[in-house]
């Protein structure tokens, strides 16, 4: 190949590459709208939230590394930033997938309720936590997380510290949230069992929200008649693993659901399952 060839060549590649960047960039602009995917990690919990702002918070990583190549099919191959991570409660099928997430992605800091658990999977990911120098925040009261303007994130449970403290059940000591984004709102609830459903209750806690998070995989440990009347959703989601040895979903909750009117989706049926909403409404994206 010629000098005069090879620079021919190589300009043009220069100038094709620098035409590219704007289009590249157009195709991959932040949305506007909040995006919430409730990703299929199988009998296990992950929930990405992708905020109109640019954040991307990730609620929970199942079971296992699925949530590595689920997280790959939500994020653009450059968006390795995982702003916040939330851990609800240190079960194996909500805190084993964060740890390849760790390695993996850049995390800017770790929300969690430091109660005492000695599994093998949860100490592992606080000690990879630890080595990545992640700040780790720690939930011992209702607080508002602002995500910008009209968005934020509400953690109504815990409403005491579970700050060093072992508990009998670890479902009851999960973080319940709920996410806003203008006139509307998703509610996230681990793995809360009714009694938990009781204090929020109690607590006159403004429940009402179009997307709901079954409690606990649809076990009749969660949902109770009285909760899910407070929360009208318009959509239940349940995170839920194929054939699971469990029984979940609860054939009961199936029916208090469709009772109240509540659309269902369920992650072993429908694979992760996507909402959008521009701050009036929210819509199931297929």
Not at 271 to 278: P, Q, V, W
Request: charged share 25%.
């Amino acid at each position: 190949m010629s000098a005069k060839l090879y620079k021919i060549l190589l300009i043009s590649g220069i100038v094709l590459a620098l035409l590219a960047i704007p289009i590249f960039g157009l195709t991959y602009s932040s949305s506007k709208n909040l995006e919430v995917d409730f990703l299929d990690v199988g009998q296990g919990d992950a929930i990405l939230i992708k905020s109109p702002f640019g954040q991307n918070i990730l609620v929970d990583g199942g079971p296992d590394g699925k949530v590595v190549e689920q997280l790959g099919k939500k994020l653009p191959f450059w968006d390795k930033q995982i702003d916040l991570i939330v851990l609800t409660h240190p079960h194996d099928d909500h805190v084993t997938g964060l740890t390849e997430i760790i390695k993996r992605y850049d995390v800017r800091k770790i929300l969690y309720t430091g109660v005492v658990h000695d599994a093998p999977n949860y100490l592992a990911w606080l000690e990879e936590a630890r080595n990545k120098k992640i700040p780790l925040a720690l939930v011992d009261r209702p607080q508002v997380i602002k995500l910008g303007e009209n968005c934020e994130l509400d953690v109504l449970f815990p409403q005491k510290s579970f700050i060093g403290q072992g508990i009998e059940n670890l479902n009851n000591s999960s973080i319940v949230a709920k996410l806003f984004y203008g006139q509307t709102s998703f509610l996230l609830t681990g793995d809360a069992e009714i009694a938990v459903e009781k204090d929020l209750l109690a607590a006159s806690v403004d429940l009402k929200s179009q997307v709901l998070k079954i409690g606990h995989h649809g076990s009749d440990t969660s949902s109770s008649e009285e909760f899910l009347e407070a929360v009208k959703p318009k959509f239940a989601v349940i995170e839920v693993g194929k054939d699971n040895d469990f029984g979940h979903p609860n054939l009961r909750i199936l029916k208090r659901l469709e009772r109240i009117g509540a659309e269902i989706f369920r992650t072993d049926l429908d694979g992760t399952i996507k909402f959008e909403s521009d701050g009036m409404e929210i819509n199931k994206k297929y």
